[in-house]
């Protein structure tokens, strides 16, 4: 069974950076795709980012596009997300998720099993 554990998160100033990762264990990771979601208060979980199982494909949301990128190490089964230039707007939980049925990048949360337990990022203004 898979297991995700997020690390990374925290305090931010506008305009800053942040790196989060996301370690699996206990599955074949190199086979399915990989996406990063966010839940601010008050909020329906939302999309942010995904990956192909090859690395080779990743989507974004409008929201974020052309500030955060994903990317993963098959080989070290692991899947990132690098943050930039970050708004107060991207404060909220961010999760890592796999969607282990298909190859990926899939952008909807129904489309994904396994789930870590996320991590807090905030940005202040």
């Known amino acids: 069974q898979v297991q995700l554990v997020e690390s990374g998160g925290g305090l931010v100033q506008t305009g800053g950076s942040l790196n989060l990762s996301c370690a699996a264990s206990?599955?074949?990771?190199?086979?399915?795709?990989m996406g990063w979601f966010r839940q601010a208060p008050g909020k329906e979980r939302e999309f942010v980012a995904a990956?192909?199982?090859?690395?080779?494909?990743?989507r974004y949301s409008d929201s974020v596009k052309g500030r955060f990128i994903i990317s993963r190490d098959n080989a070290k089964n692991m899947v990132y997300l690098r943050m930039y230039n970050l708004k107060p707007e991207d404060t909220a939980v961010y999760y890592c998720?796999?969607?282990?049925?298909?190859?990926?990048?899939?952008?909807?949360?129904?489309?994904?099993?396994?789930w870590g337990q996320g991590t807090q990022v905030t940005v202040s203004s």
């Open positions: 998720a796999a969607d282990t049925t298909t190859v990926g990048p899939r952008t909807t949360v129904d489309a994904y099993d396994t």
């Open positions: 206990g599955g074949t990771f190199s086979n399915y795709g």
């Open positions: 990956i192909i199982w090859t690395g080779g494909i990743q």
